[in-house]
């Protein structure tokens, strides 16, 4: 008990100076002890000199408790704000590439392509890897103290704070496939219901053209250039973080692969046959492909030097 004091005295010394502190020595063991023997997080507990006069009390499980439980709220509210920067995004390439034009399908989808990529990746990979850096000790210093983050390293509380983040959006981008499935179907079905006037009856409509009927029962033109551009997103932030968090090669196969699974369903059921393109966009997703192992060569040559 006295090493878990002293580690939760010293850590908030650490924390009232403005630097990082590291919660994963004794402080942690004695938690998780009391908690097994089933004592309340609310106890207090002291420290007590030679003459057995109290020096510190303070409820230090409950305080690393109510840490951890707003480090695992920040890191999905983190997640929530990624995803929906990500879908604006990707909102405002698709508008951008139809508003300057490109001759064919394939190039205009091409355009997205590339647009939605650099614009996911920045967000989800870069974005919150500046917030968190600590560049002041380089040169120009005026423009490095920008970045006044808590990590001038990756430090083992680095994984901890921003390497759970990067992995809670990654764990949320492998379940949308499956959120979309469920998500066009029930909309589809509700279209049509509404259009039946609520009999499910496929032959009884409120439509006055075969045009407007079709639209009800067909579903939505198939977002190609989005499932690429989500497929190169998640292959460069394995490169990126990969060789520090092994763990995403893995899920990086497992996402791809609900992706695949996923498309082949809604292709069958939720969405209109994709039309005939050329293989412009084929290649230029596979040009785009060759430089994610540079993303594995110079950040994994940083991560593997800590």
């Known amino acids: 008990m006295r090493d878990g004091i002293n580690e939760f005295i010293s850590n908030n010394a650490i924390e009232e100076k403005g630097e990082v502190a590291l919660y994963t020595g004794p402080l942690q063991c004695f938690c998780a002890a009391e908690k097994k023997l089933k004592h309340k997080k609310a106890e207090y507990y002291e420290l007590?000199?030679?003459?057995?006069?109290?020096?510190?009390?303070?409820?230090?499980?409950?305080?690393?408790?109510?840490?951890?439980?707003?480090?695992?709220?920040?890191?999905?509210s983190v997640t929530v704000i990624i995803i929906v920067i990500n879908t604006v995004l990707k909102k405002l390439v698709v508008a951008l590439v139809g508003w300057?034009?490109?001759?064919?399908?394939?190039?205009?989808?091409?355009?997205?392509?590339?647009?939605?990529?650099?614009?996911?990746?920045?967000?989800?990979?870069?974005?919150?890897?500046?917030?968190?850096?600590n560049m002041k000790q380089h040169k120009p210093r005026e423009f490095w103290r920008l970045f006044n983050g808590p990590f001038s390293d990756y430090l083992p509380q680095w994984y901890i704070e921003v390497g759970v983040k990067i992995i809670t959006t990654y764990t949320v981008q492998g379940i949308m496939p499956f959120i979309n499935v469920v998500k066009?179907?029930?909309?589809?079905?509700?279209?049509?219901?509404?259009?039946?006037?609520?009999?499910?009856?496929?032959?009884?409509?409120?439509?006055?053209?075969?045009?407007?009927?079709?639209?009800?029962?067909?579903?939505?033109?198939?977002?190609?250039?989005?499932?690429?551009?989500?497929?190169?997103?998640?292959?460069?932030?394995?490169?990126?973080?990969?060789?520090?968090?092994?763990?995403?090669?893995?899920?990086?196969?497992?996402?791809?692969?609900?992706q695949r699974l996923c498309e082949r369903i809604q292709v069958a059921y939720n969405y209109k046959q994709p039309p005939a393109m050329d293989d412009s966009l084929s290649n230029s997703v596979l040009t785009i492909m060759k430089y994610a192992p540079v993303m594995l060569l110079f950040n994994g040559y940083w991560l593997m030097d800590n």
């Open 100 to 133: 300057i034009g490109e001759d064919t399908i394939s190039q205009q989808k091409g355009s997205v392509v590339k647009g939605a990529f650099l614009g996911q990746f920045f967000n989800t990979g870069f974005i919150i890897l500046i917030v968190n850096a």
């Open 48 to 76: 007590k000199n030679d003459e057995g006069k109290v020096t510190y009390r303070s409820q230090i499980c409950l305080q690393m408790a109510l840490d951890k439980r707003n480090a695992k709220l920040l890191a999905l």
């Open 184 to 258: 066009e179907s029930i909309i589809g079905k509700l279209k049509a219901r509404a259009d039946s006037k609520g009999s499910g009856d496929p032959f009884r409509t409120g439509k006055r053209t075969i045009q407007m009927y079709k639209a009800v029962y067909s579903g939505k033109d198939m977002p190609i250039h989005f499932k690429y551009s989500e497929a190169l997103n998640i292959t460069f932030l394995a490169m990126l973080y990969g060789f520090g968090m092994p763990i995403m090669y893995p899920m990086a196969m497992a996402i791809i692969s609900n």
